[in-house]
């Protein structure tokens, strides 16, 4: 998938748009939920080598959260590696040049879901009173 796509299909699923957080990196992009403020992904293209590749040309990438005991099995996938600059065992790295894009959005939506806010549960109702 390319980056135009990507932001086009974040912004229309999801109703955010990109921000910009970084001067000295201009192309990285965090998307986060409008209520808690909580990141569900980050568009970045660092030096493949920082991302254990050995290339110095730039890989796109999309960081999304992840369940910590789905790991394993999606770090087992050809075009996901461990996350870059967040914390690896709950979020992974997502090459977008290697991963169906079925495969990038399913794993986006599932990001979306796990770092929305949480619904309180209602009380129980006081029937013993």
């Known amino acids: 998938m390319h980056r135009a796509e990507l932001l086009e299909e974040i912004a229309g699923r999801y109703g955010v748009a990109a921000e910009y957080p970084w001067r000295r990196y201009p192309q990285y992009a965090v998307f986060r939920h409008a209520g808690n403020r909580k990141w569900f992904a980050v568009l970045m293209n660092p030096p493949g080598r920082k991302l254990g590749l050995a290339t110095e040309d730039e890989v796109a990438i999309l960081n999304v959260k992840i369940r910590a005991e789905e790991n394993s099995l999606l770090r087992g ?32 939506a599932d ?19």
């Open 111 to 129: 990001s979306y879901d796990l770092t929305r806010a949480k619904m309180r549960r209602a009380s129980p109702p006081n029937d013993f009173l």
């Open 77 to 108: 996938m050809d075009g996901v590696l461990p996350a870059y600059h967040m914390n690896k065992e709950h979020w992974v790295s997502l090459r977008l040049d290697m991963l169906p894009d079925a495969t990038l959005l399913d794993l986006l």
